[in-house]
């Protein structure tokens, strides 16, 4: 038996440009109305992210090049894992 406890917190060791291959952002400009998504995998990433605290992830418009910013939370967690044989 085994127990995980605490929450993670402070910054990811080591991210500079923190990817999460898989995931894509979907957007729609304020400005010109334009949809368009940012997949973070590679040269769009997370830039010294915090977890379990609120930071601004910037991005633009490819049509209009409106700029702006919205808020994100990177949450990390760690979980016992169902149906994978034990290997002692």
Same mark, same amino acid.
């Given at each position: 038996?085994?127990? &995980?406890?605490?929450? /993670?917190?402070?910054?990811?060791?080591?991210?500079?440009?923190?990817? @999460?291959?898989?995931?894509?952002?979907?957007?729609?400009?304020? !400005?010109?109305?334009?949809?368009?998504?940012?997949? @973070? !995998?590679?040269?769009?990433? @997370?830039? =010294?992210?915090?977890? !379990?605290?609120?930071f601004? =992830?910037? /991005?633009?418009?490819?049509?209009?090049?409106?700029?702006?910013q &919205?808020?994100? &939370? @990177?949450?990390?967690?760690?979980?016992?894992?169902?149906? &994978?044989?034990?290997?002692?």
């Open positions: 038996m085994f127990e &995980i406890v605490g929450e /993670t917190s402070g910054e990811v060791s080591g991210a500079k440009r923190f990817k @999460l291959p898989g995931v894509t952002i979907k957007f729609k400009c304020p !400005n010109c109305g334009h949809d368009f998504e940012q997949e @973070l !995998n590679g040269h769009h990433y @997370l830039d =010294y992210p915090q977890m !379990n605290k609120a601004q =992830y910037g /991005t633009g418009c490819p049509e209009c090049e409106h700029e702006w &919205i808020p994100l &939370i @990177l949450k990390v967690s760690l979980e016992e894992a169902d149906g &994978i044989p034990d290997s002692s």
